[in-house]
């Protein structure tokens, strides 16, 4: 079976420190997607960062990156000078190829100032 | 298995239809939700309900109606189905209401409307 896992349930930091959120899944597929999904207060779901599989190059979005370790199922999320309004939940999800999403616990990040 | 399931995974129908997405969690949750991903992969809450009540009702059209017949069941209804409705549909559930309640989710329903 396909999982996603985020062993972290909760996380904080001081404001302008460097953060990781770690991720790992569970696949016997090749090719598929991975994505970081920041959850505000407002409950909606705003994608952070996707990376595809085959690109062995980390997708990087502003302050926000990836580190992708494919042989090990690893997805890790790094946000640079961490800011108050990162504050909020953070969903790791895998894309398999029947285009299902398979989501992690997430996890709970505060950026204290 | 404790988990939010959604039936059916896949979704087929022609424009006019009237189709049902249901939505079952066991995890004793008494929050649930419907959310719609959009192309960009941007996931909008559409309904909430807490304990079989209407608590969030975001502007959806009037086509889409939920229905909570009791709190472990969140089930969504869609009449006169047009183009712009496919997408993936999103259940998920929590504990409780709040902001920092952390969700879980189903694994989503692709409806495709031809």
């Not at chain 1, 207060?41 to 370790?69: D, G, H």
């Not at chain 1, 042989?71 to 029947?98: E, H, P, R, V």
């Not at chain 2, 009037?62 to 869609?78: C, E, M, Q, T, V």
Request: net charge positive; proline share 4%.
């Amino acid at each position: 079976a396909q999982t996603v896992t985020q062993s972290q349930p909760e996380m904080s930091v001081q404001e302008a420190e460097t953060v990781t959120l770690s991720c790992t899944y569970d696949t016997s597929e090749s090719n598929y997607y991975l994505f970081w999904y920041k959850q505000p207060p407002s409950r909606q779901m705003i994608l952070v960062i996707r990376q595809e599989a085959y690109k062995q190059q980390n997708a990087t979005e502003n302050r926000f990156s990836v580190n992708f370790q494919k042989a090990a199922k690893s997805f890790s999320l790094k946000i640079s000078d961490s800011q108050l309004g990162d504050t909020a939940m953070y969903f790791c999800a895998f894309l398999a190829l029947n285009y299902q999403l398979i989501w992690g616990a997430g996890t709970k990040l505060i950026i204290k100032p | 298995d404790t988990a939010v399931s959604q039936t059916p995974k896949y979704l087929v129908t022609q424009m006019g239809n009237d189709k049902s997405i249901k939505c079952e969690q066991n995890l004793g949750h008494d929050t649930m939700y419907w959310y719609k991903q959009d192309s960009k992969k941007f996931l909008k809450i559409m309904f909430s309900y807490n304990n079989k009540e209407l608590i969030i009702n975001e502007t959806v059209p009037n086509r889409f109606s939920p229905k909570s017949p009791d709190k472990a069941h969140l089930n969504l209804h869609i009449n006169s189905l047009e183009l712009g409705d496919s997408a993936v549909y999103f259940c998920a559930s929590s504990p409780l209401a709040g902001a920092n309640s952390p969700l879980h989710f189903g694994n989503g329903t692709r409806l495709t409307v031809t």
